[in-house]
């Protein structure tokens, strides 16, 4: 089966790309495709956007992820609007403004959530959801990854999520969560 990975983020399709490689799916990029805008309230809603977009376009199916940071002290946020958090524009620079959101905040709780949805030109949506709890350090580690991962430590880890390697990453975070339930629903092959 021939699958469209609708993701601008490059990050992403590393992931996607090693957790599935064992479905022996065809994986596409978008090839000029554009995502349309994150115009959803939840994951769901923003996945099956990206997703649903990617499929028609494409006539085939297509698989959209969308994530996010939910920091405790932060009353969850930034959540769905983590790729935009503080309005800055690189991982880097909202990395700098997380940590100064926190400065001082004892509690470093969070959690990443990520939604699967793989999408079919007839509109039939396969929802997968994974999350990942850990904490928040006050700096960067590790050179790994994408996003806030030099900053989040998975609860019963020593290392950074940007200290891991994809592989590694992908045994127990949100995303590869999600992505082992996709794998799981399609074991003994695609459906027709
Ligand atoms: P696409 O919409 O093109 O897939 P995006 O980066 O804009 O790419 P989202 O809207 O889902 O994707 O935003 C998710 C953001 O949450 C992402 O940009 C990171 O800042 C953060 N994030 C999600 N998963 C993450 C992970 O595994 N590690 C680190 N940060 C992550």
Redesign the pocket.
Known sequence: MRVVVA???AG?VREIEEALGGLGWSLTGLNGIS?PE?TGTTYEE?AAL?ACAAAMMARSPAL??????EVAALDGQPGVY??RFGGRAS?LE?NVYLLERLRGQADRRAK?V?VVILAYPDGHLETYRGELSGTLLEGPRGEN?????PLFVPDGEART?AEMTVAEKRAI???GRALAALMQAHRGGPPA
Do not use: M, P, V
């Open positions: 993701t601008g983020n992403k995502l994150e923003n990206k959209a992820d969308d994530s996010g940071l983590s790729a991982d909202r990443f990520s990854g994408f996003g806030y991962d999520l975070s949100h995303r």
